[in-house]
């Protein structure tokens, strides 16, 4: 065995050469995989006495593509170009062997060499989209003439992981190994290939796939139509299809320029740098500075769930869909039974479009179940109260609780906005009392924001955090304030949006400028979709905001037709005279003169009072780092990736910006508007959220 470098060893079993890379934690193509990766394949193919070539990996994965710390900063080592050439051009054939993933830049490695063999538990994909990109190292040329067009479009652009299995179906890799034997199998098929004298095939050379496709510009247009609410805002999607597109269009060497120049106009844009960004963000969101990755945490084998309204039923969705049971307490029969009933449908609806076999369905139900007796979740690991949001029935529940909850149970509270240590006193252990506010719909929406009480312990926060990521959600630890961190930014913008609305903007006015920014909607399509009868009693209704008088009009939203906007039998909405009327006779009744509102002060104005809360969040320690925040928006909230999130965005229009506006809404229209002292702070230090350490 020899040591190319610290991270690549070259050995030899036989006549056939063995380059092993072990570049902790996913192998990832930096400096020095590179140079390892060209010295090794120089050395072996200079051998006479070697006769094939097998790269394998050590660890969890084979190479999971570009080492994207590396990016934006000043290139080193050999080119991944200089590499794929050498292992293409090679005089002896190279057999990638693949286990865990073959990503981006590693299966664009993979697909250099002339033969592929990979573990059934192995993927491939290429999900440079993801963050921002496209392969940029032949990887769009190369895939389709395997794969097909269709396929590799759909590769592309959605950056799936395709397993072992579809791709052997595929062609994208030529033989299954048995698990846990890559090597040797590996080791087995190079000899095959020798033995046999195949060919040294270059998937450069294989065109049929592409030039099936030669002529038929509608593939690419029937794609794009396909996915154009999917794809709306991002620039990626648009410049993986023209890759593609170039493939099927120009000889393999052109079809590579023209991949380069896609490349570099999405590498060096905004976009791509906003995405790199949430890529690390996301990660970062687990890492808890005061409770070490080895706290104990508490098994959880058994789930309660209390309430099976519109949050409960989800939340235990969450649960049964990996196999945890889960039982779901109510008080009455008929809101139980209509509560299992939705999660019924929820299944059903997805094995309808063949998401989920029957069988699966009836396993998850099986592992639900109903109860009216709050005694039966005495023997659950964790509880989680979903019930309505009202302080003195939290408290009721949780004084019940902390009586039939065996000890070491968790105790987590589904609460919006109510404070969690005041819960938390309803029991005599607060230390097992801990926030857990899913959104909605909660088996959909991948945010979870953890709530720490002041009194909860660490095992129950790490328990928590681990559960999180258990049922596939990402977990944002955050602190005790009206609304934690997502709601109360919220707030923010929903203010202002009614404010704009009194003086002079239309609710579709606000909502364009926030769909076109790149939320799915605006606050006001949103409420309508909601329904604007959450929280509104109509005993209490004294038509005192234009939210009342629509609710008396019984325009309570999409539900009932009507709502802010006016819906026909699609629910396709339109913007209502009727709802014009009502704000002309607010603004008559305030002494309003209506005046017109520019797109860029509706925007300012719902945004940047939002990165001042976000400010006033950090500056009390209720999120641990401003990308927190952002990760919170992003996958709470529909805020575009490719716009980093609140935080992200206030550094990129500059801190200065939003602190002028502020103090200059401040003296004209109150304290709402007073600048947070973080964000003062920072822009006389000419700094961003991203200095914050
Ligand atoms: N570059 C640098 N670091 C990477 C990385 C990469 N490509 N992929 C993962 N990492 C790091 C993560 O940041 C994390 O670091 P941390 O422990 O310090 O937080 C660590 O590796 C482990 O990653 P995960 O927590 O994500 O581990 P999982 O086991 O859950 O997932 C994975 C493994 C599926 C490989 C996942 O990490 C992943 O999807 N990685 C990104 C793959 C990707 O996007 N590849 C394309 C890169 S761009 C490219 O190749 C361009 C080319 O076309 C030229
Ligand atoms: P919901 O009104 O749809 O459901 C509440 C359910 O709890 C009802 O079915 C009711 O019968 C039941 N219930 C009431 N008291 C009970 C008791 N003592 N024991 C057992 N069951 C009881 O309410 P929803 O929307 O599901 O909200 C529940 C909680 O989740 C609230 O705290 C809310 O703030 C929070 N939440 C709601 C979100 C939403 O979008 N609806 C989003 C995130 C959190």
Known sequence: ???????????????????????????ALSAGVRDGLKGAFDAAIKDPSVKAIVLICEGKTFIAGADISEFGKPPK????????????????????????????????????????????SAKCGLPEVNIGILPGAGGTQRLPRIVGVEEALAMVTSGKHVNAKQCLASGLIDELAPEGELRTAALAFARKIVSEARPLRKVRD???KV??????????????????????????????????????????DEGLKEERRLFIELFTGPQAAAQRYVFFAERQ?????????DTAQLPVRKVGIIGAGTMGGGIAMNFANVGIAVTIVEVQDAALQRGLGVIRKNYDNTAAKGRLTAADVDKRMGL????????SLGDCDLIIEAVFERMEIKKEVFAKLDRIAKQGAILASNTSYLNIDEIATATKRPDAVIGMHFFSPANVMRLLEVVRGEKTSKPVIATAMAIAKKIGKIGVLVGVCPGFVGNRMLAQRQREAQKLVMEGAMPWDVDRVLYDFGFPMGPFAMSDLAGLDIGWVKENSRGETIRDVLCEMDRRGQKTGAGYYDYDEKRNRKPSPVTEKIISEFRARAGITARKIEDGEILERCIYPMINEGAKILEEGKAIRASDIDIVW???YGWPVYEGG????????????????????????????????????????????????
């Open 77 to 120: 080592g050999a080119s991944l170009f200089e590499v794929e050439d050498t292992i293409e051009s090679a005089p002896k054939p190279v057999v990638a062997a693949i286990h865990g993933t073959a990503l981006g830049g590693g299966l664009e490695v993979a697909l250099c060499a002339h033969y592929r063999i990979a573990v059934p």
């Open 285 to 293: 969101v687990w890492k808890l500075p005061d409770i070490p990755d």
């Open 634 to 636: 992003i996958n709470g």
């Open 646 to 693: 609140p935080m992200y965005y206030g550094d990129a229009v500059g801190l200065g910006k939003v602190l002028d506006r502020m103090q200059s809404w401040h003296k004209s229209m109150g304290d709402v508007f007073k600048p947070a002292a973080l964000l003062e702070k920072l822009v006389a230090e000419g700094k961003g959220f991203k200095d914050l350490k």
């Open 206 to 208: 294989q065109n049929e």
């Open 368 to 375: 639900i179940k109903g109860s009216l007796e709050l005694e």
């Open 211 to 252: 030039e099936a496709a030669r002529g038929h510009p509608e593939i690419f247009a029937e794609f794009r139509k396909a996915h154009a609410r999917q794809f709306r805002g991002f620039n990626a999607p648009e410049n993986n299809i023209r890759a593609i597109e170039a493939a099927v269009n120009l000889p393999f």
């Open 1 to 27: 065995m020899t040591a190319i470098n610290s991270v690549t060893d070259l050995s030899k079993d036989g006549d056939i050469a063995v380059i092993t890379l072990n570049s902790p934690p996913v192998n």
